[in-house]
């Protein structure tokens, strides 16, 4: 069985406090992309000759850091505890969505290894129990869940739906190759300043797209573009080939533009210095 786990965007993105648990509360609206890596699990008879209860194998972008950690692994862990019984699980995993880029790839694919392993192994978990076992993974993870533009406070796990219809824009996402470390992103961040909380972020979301410009902040802009001044300047090159809205997304480093023409978007050319997607909801 094979599935597609896809990218995500942050329209908005602000951090409210800071909890006694070591985390921040945030509130975001979480869209998703058609940006996507590709996912396979096979399971028991058609493993064979198998030494490990579970084997990931990853092609594509490389993912830094221990496989031991890797997202898909830890998934499976959780299903394992769960249901000690399952059969050998062999996974393929090929990485398209930029790792440390705010796209939650890593989350997505953790989501859709539950929701993979859900299906492969006829497990019957409810969409609550997916919920509670995808939040143990990370806090973006419980979007990928249920995958369609959600309301997001608390850690990001607190979701509630909202209607945001960009179905007539064409979105870039620009790569500029620069990782940012999201405990970095967090402990940069200053004071928490009460008087930039208003308007609610969906207040903001239903009026025209032009008008987020000035009004829908991603809090992490601020400190990551004083460290990267060159994300900043995608950001503005993305307003000069036409964007009606363009921002950073999640702690970084993608920023994205929301176009209403996708003739503009042809001007947009990927460089030795970043890489650009262009992509339509639909497609």
């Not at 699990?41 to 198998?50: G, P, Q, Y």
């Not at 505890?81 to 399952?86: K, L, R, S």
């Not at 608390?154 to 179905?167: A, F, H, P, T, Y």
């Not at 930039?196 to 902040?217: E, G, H, Y």
């Amino acid at each position: 069985m094979v599935l597609f786990p896809n990218c995500k965007i942050n329209l908005g993105l602000r951090v409210t406090g800071k909890r006694a648990d070591g985390y921040h509360d945030i509130e975001t609206i979480f869209y998703p992309l058609p940006l996507y890596d590709a996912l396979e699990a096979t399971t028991s008879s058609l493993v064979k000759e198998t030494t490990s209860p579970f084997d990931l194998t990853i092609t594509g972008i490389p993912i830094p850091g221990d496989t031991a950690n890797n997202l898909c692994r830890k998934a499976w862990e959780i299903i394992k505890e769960a249901f000690p019984a399952i059969a050998p699980v062999r996974m393929y995993l090929h990485k398209a969505i930029p790792t440390g880029a705010g796209l939650g790839g890593g989350s997505s694919d953790g989501a859709h290894t539950l929701l993979l392993l859900n299906e492969e192994l006829q497990l019957n978990l409810s969409t609550e129990k997916l919920l509670e076992y995808a939040l143990r993974l990370g806090s973006d993870c419980p979007f990928f869940i249920l995958n369609k533009p959600c309301f997001a406070t608390g850690r990001g796990e607190k979701m509630e739906d909202i209607e945001v219809n960009l179905s007539g824009y064409y979105f870039v996402v620009i790569h500029p190759g620069i990782h940012v470390d999201t405990g970095e992103a967090f402990k940069s961040l200053d004071k928490i300043d009460d008087a930039k909380r208003a308007p609610s972020l969906k207040n903001i979301i239903s009026q025209p797209v032009p008008t987020w410009r000035d009004k829908l902040v991603n809090d992490f802009e601020e400190p990551v573009f004083k460290k990267h001044p060159g994300i900043k300047n995608i950001r503005q090159l993305l307003y000069d080939s036409g964007a009606e809205y363009a921002a950073m997304t999640g702690t970084g480093s993608s920023v994205f533009g929301i176009f209403h023409n996708s003739k503009k978007t042809g001007n947009l050319k990927t460089s030795d210095k970043y890489r650009i997607y262009t992509l339509n909801q639909h497609t």
